[in-house]
T-cell receptor, first 113, second 109 residues
Framework: NAGVTQTPKFQVLKTGQSMTLQCAQDMNHEYMSWYRQDPGMGLRLIHYSVGAGITDQGEVPNGYNVSRSTTEDFPLRLLSAAPSQTSVYFC????????????FGPGTRLTVL | GIQVEQSPPDLILQEGANSTLRCNFSDSVNNLQWFHQNPWGQLINLFYIPSGTKQNGRLSATTVATERYSLLYISSSQTTDSGVYFCAVRGAGSYQLTFGKGTKLSVIP
């Protein structure tokens, strides 16, 4: 099992550019989510999904879009990047019921100039 | 939403010392996890412990759900224990995992 994978590891964008951060998991987890981590802070939830075709907003959703067409993949889209979106982005997945330990990917470090 | 507070925010230990990290949360939870974020930024699962006590080598954790707190014990600390320790909880009826701001641990030789 590869667990949770994320690409790219690093990315530099100019203000106004768009890009997609990729996330995939091979554990057949229903729940997937995106977090951002800013310096000196814990992780904050951006968007989450409880299954294919179902997404919802977290604590800090503005400026980000998501979709979930398959169980395995949960991409995060930045439509028009802003310097405030400079951060480290983590993808996570877990089962829904009962034992729902959450597993995290290695992160994507994004810089917006 | 549910609030998570971790203490202390910073901790400096001599190698070989023991420590206790605390996590308080404001409401009932059905998931509590402890993570270690190493200096390279990787989040490592330490414990899934919504209640009870678990041990893994030099680390152990206890969650007292009725009193809304969890403790992480690190014994005989090593320099490789350095990093940030996060507590995260999922409230009853919620899908969201809410993180505390972490405890930054520095173990010096």
């Amino acid at each position: 099992n590869a667990g949770v994978t994320q690409t790219p590891k690093f990315q530099v964008l100019k203000t106004g550019q768009s890009m997609t951060l990729q996330c995939a998991q091979d554990m057949n987890h229903e729940y997937m989510s995106w977090y951002r981590q800013d310096p000196g802070m814990g992780l904050r939830l951006i968007h989450y999904s409880v299954g294919a075709g179902i997404t919802d907003q977290g604590e800090v959703p503005n400026g980000y879009n998501v979709s979930r067409s398959t169980t395995e993949d949960f991409p995060l889209r930045l439509l028009s990047a802003a310097p405030s979106q400079t951060s480290v982005y983590f993808c996570a997945s877990s089962g829904l019921a009962g034992f729902n330990e959450q597993f995290f990917g290695p992160g994507t470090r994004l810089t917006v100039l | 939403g549910i609030q998570v507070e971790q203490s202390p925010p910073d901790l400096i230990l001599q190698e070989g010392a023991n420590s206790t990290l605390r996590c308080n949360f404001s409401d009932s939870v059905n998931n509590l996890q402890w993570f270690h974020q190493n200096p390279w930024g990787q989040l490592i699962n330490l414990f899934y412990i919504p209640s009870g006590t678990k041990q893994n080598g030099r680390l152990s954790a206890t969650t007292v759900a009725t009193e809304r707190y969890s403790l992480l014990y690190i014994s005989s600390s090593q320099t490789t224990d350095s990093g940030v320790y996060f507590c995260a909880v999922r409230g009853a009826g919620s899908y969201q995992l809410t993180f505390g701001k972490g405890t930054k641990l520095s173990v010096i030789p």
